[in-house]
């Protein structure tokens, strides 16, 4: 029997195949997801917002913003509204990595743990360090050179799709059932999707941790969760391609992202990670 979420709540049935961001794409509506499988409307009463256990909602912030950048390099209103809509955002014409360090810097605190990335192994749907106690805001890729063999992407997938698309049981082992995410300090014990302090929506998602041959943290379940996970990421991800100079933007806690496979050693990008101003 459908789930009563899958019911209230349908993904939309063809892919969202996007090179760059677009006036095309259509704002989604804000919910949240009580219990196994309600969703509420935004306009639903404030005590139904208070309870919620998993929300998205960057439009209405509960901490004040942090200093002002007097950097030029720092996101525009209008870009920072997409991001908090659409869950990424691509900026063109960066100068350099220090001006991507400038634009993410603007919107968080940067994280020093920044990486260049030469992917030439698939990476699969995850969440980048879902094992820190308090996981990146906002990870960004900065790109030096493309892929020039073949399009070179990066898929991301709103946990809003993929909620709509899971079962009450599948739901309930994402909200209900904790794990350990290994990371710095022994890493975390937390649940897939929690609410932080300030009742800001956390999501932790490893394909790899879920499957791994050498220990699968939630058993047999675990494992079946990750691979319809992995189903639904191919079929509903947006997939974007970063030119030249170009800055990419996701929100980490809200959005899964993967990489393809690349043997073309000649791409080059930077990984610059962030915490938010607004959130904890």
Not at 20 to 35: C, F, K, L, R, S
Not at 198 to 221: K, M
Not at 255 to 266: E, S, V
């Amino acid at each position: 029997m459908e789930s009563r979420l899958a019911a209230i709540l349908k993904p939309p049935s063809d892919r969202d195949d996007l090179f760059m961001t677009g006036p095309n794409e259509q704002q989604q509506a804000i919910w949240y997801v009580h219990g196994l499988a309600e969703v509420l409307a935004c306009s639903g009463s404030q005590d139904q917002v208070d309870d919620a256990i998993v929300r998205f909602d960057r439009f209405r912030p509960t901490r004040a913003p942090g200093p002002l950048n007097a950097s030029p390099n720092a996101l525009s209103l209008t870009a920072r509204r997409r991001l908090d809509q659409w869950g990424y955002v691509v900026i063109d014409d960066v100068e350099n990595l220090t001006a991507a360090e400038e634009l993410v810097g603007s919107v968080g605190e940067l994280i020093n743990d920044q990486s260049n990335s030469q992917v030439t192994d698939t990476i699969w749907a995850h969440t980048e360090a879902p094992g820190r106690n308090l996981s990146p805001a906002y990870v960004a890729l900065f790109c030096h050179r493309r892929r020039r063999r073949g399009a070179g992407h990066t898929d991301l997938l709103d946990m809003r799709k993929l909620v709509g698309a899971l079962g009450a049981d599948e739901l309930a082992l994402m909200t209900d059932v904790e794990m350990h995410f290994p990371g710095p300090d022994g890493g975390v014990h937390t649940t897939m999707l929690s609410t932080d302090a300030d009742g800001n929506s956390v999501t932790r998602f490893s394909y790899d941790l879920l499957t791994a041959a050498d220990g699968q943290p939630l058993g047999e379940a675990g494992r079946r969760l990750a691979h319809r996970i992995n189903d639904v990421f191919r079929e509903l991800s947006t997939r974007v391609v970063i030119p030249d100079g170009s800055l990419l933007i996701w929100d980490n806690q809200r959005m899964l992202h993967a990489l393809p496979g690349n043997h073309d050693r000649t791409r080059r990008l930077t990984e610059l990670r962030s915490t938010d101003w607004r959130r904890s």
